[in-house]
């Protein structure tokens, strides 16, 4: 099931105890795409290496009818634009954005990129000028990404609930129930997607309304893609069809002049890669979707379908606003009809996907022998047996995965640690090895000490208490959400503290 398919399902799930209750989804394409962009029907280019975020929006009574609104005015900017530039400028106090940052100023770009670890953006991102630059700028404003981000989104949101207030009233957006879905990167890390919805948080946009909490969740940009592009009327998808989605931040110019050869060869080894991992699952690949600012590029169109026609894989190639916005109205995938459906006339979603991540628990387990390594094996005194250290289970990407531990505590108030690692083998380890990496730390406590089971300590007979508890990790593509339950009770945010690597 998709990111979007089962968050439909959840929030479904949600508002069943008043099915009386309207709802408007809002999706943002939080950019990281070059492009160029559109008034009045001519293109026109960009005089920075400049990212895009749009907005689009719908009401349940949209969707039943097949309609996406894209918010097309901008601040500063020319009629008819569907995305507004992902820049900020930090001037005497003020902060502009979008349009409204100076042509002959320095503004501060890509930012977005910089909640991720140097290790995670990849040697070419790590590497070139706009993410050198962005930490220059960002460091001259004395701020950090994530209040970079936060700045940026205040100013999108205040702009969105503006303009959706214009075209529906103010006394009918006050009486919906919000759903925001914010895009994330394909290589987004758990820790940054925190940082992400912390900073969605900070910009007001998840705020308490009189008619509820405003909900939110991620939409991997690639999935929100194809199910925008692929399910537009003239593509005729069929079962056992295989395509690519290329979105790529770096190829945003109509000219050759704009796509470095370097870049090119990389973009080439991408695909190449993708197809001859289809191939040898036997997997034959249908077409390539070129979405972001890679879909107006003429040259990257041509040079795609001279690279691959030959091979009878078509090049699909959206022309108008329709590339750029494919990632917002894809976005807005979450209700009683998916988008895409809407759109197409269609059930179009992903119904799986090759996790990129393995996820496990160290924990400890009694020792069987011939099952647990000798190198493992420890006597514990509390407990009376031999037991096996760093022990793990891996994580399926489809479902919702709960496992049940103890802990041995001795006093009121004493806090429970568990570590969740990472790796990015094939083949999912069963135990704990050194070269795994922490994904997060969990801490957290009860409050209902003197109600747990009682146990006494195998070796010095003191009174000790056994807390019982499950860690939930609901997986995806774009975010994991992790949960404590006691007692089959989801613990409270005051007693569970979850800090990312």
Request: proline share 4%; net charge positive; glycine share 8%.
């Amino acid at each position: 099931m998709s990111l979007l398919s089962s968050l439909a399902a959840n929030w479904r799930e949600q508002r069943q105890e008043d099915k009386d209750e309207e709802s408007l989804v809002i999706g943002i394409d939080f950019g990281t795409t070059q492009a160029l962009f559109l008034s009045f029907g001519v293109l026109y280019p960009l005089t920075r290496d400049s990212s895009f975020s749009g907005v689009a929006w719908a009401t349940a009574a949209d969707m039943s009818q097949g309609k996406i609104n894209i918010i097309k005015t901008w601040p500063g900017g020319f009629p008819r634009q569907v995305k507004a530039p992902t820049e900020l400028y930090y001037e005497n106090g003020q902060i502009k954005w979008g349009f409204k940052v100076p042509h002959d100023c320095d503004p501060i770009l890509w930012f977005k990129l910089l909640l991720l670890k140097d290790k995670d953006l990849g040697e070419d991102l790590r590497c070139s000028d706009i993410t050198i630059q962005a930490r220059r700028l960002m460091k001259q404003v004395d701020k950090t990404a994530e209040e970079l981000v936060t700045d940026y989104l205040r100013l999108l949101w205040e702009w969105t609930l503006k303009s959706i207030r214009e075209s529906q009233g103010e006394s009918n957006v006050n009486a919906v129930q919000l759903h925001v879905m914010l895009t994330a990167l394909a290589i987004w890390k758990d820790y940054a997607r925190a940082s992400m919805a912390k900073a969605a948080h900070a910009a007001g946009i998840l705020e308490n309304r009189p008619v509820g909490q405003t909900t939110h969740s991620f939409a991997p940009e690639p999935e929100a893609a194809a199910l925008s592009t692929l399910g537009e009327p003239n593509h005729h998808v069929k079962k056992g069809d295989v395509y690519i989605i290329c979105v790529t931040p770096a190829a945003g110019r109509e000219n050759i002049k704009g796509i470095f050869a370097e870049s090119l060869r990389g973009i080439n080894a991408m695909v190449d890669g993708q197809i001859k991992k289809a191939r040898e699952k036997r997997l034959p690949v249908t077409g390539i979707v070129l979405v972001g600012g890679v879909g107006y590029n003429l040259y990257l169109h041509g040079h795609r379908k001279n690279r691959y026609s030959a091979f009878g894989i078509d090049i699909l190639h959206l022309g108008g606003e329709k590339p750029r916005t494919a990632i917002a109205k894809g976005a807005d995938g979450p209700d009683d009809l998916q988008l895409s459906t809407a759109l197409a006339g269609l059930s179009i979603k992903i119904d799986s996907a090759i996790s990129r991540l393995n996820i496990g628990v160290k924990c400890r387990r009694k020792f069987i022998p011939g099952k647990h390594l000798e190198q493992d094996k420890f006597w514990s005194a509390a407990e009376g047996h031999y037991r096996a250290k760093n022990q793990g289970d891996s994580v399926s990407y489809s479902t919702s995965v709960s496992h049940d531990f103890y802990k041995l505590l001795n006093r009121s108030g004493e806090k429970v640690k568990a570590t969740l690692y990472s790796c990015e083998d094939d083949v999912p380890l069963n135990r704990y090895e050194p070269h795994l990496s922490g994904l997060c730390n969990i801490t957290f406590k009860v409050d209902n000490y003197k109600q747990l089971k009682t146990h006494y300590h195998a070796t010095t007979g003191a009174e000790m208490k056994r807390l019982d508890y499950e860690i939930v990790l609901k997986p995806s593509e774009a975010s994991s959400e992790l949960t404590v339950l006691v007692d089959g009770k989801k613990l409270g945010g005051a007693n569970v503290e979850i800090k990312y690597s």
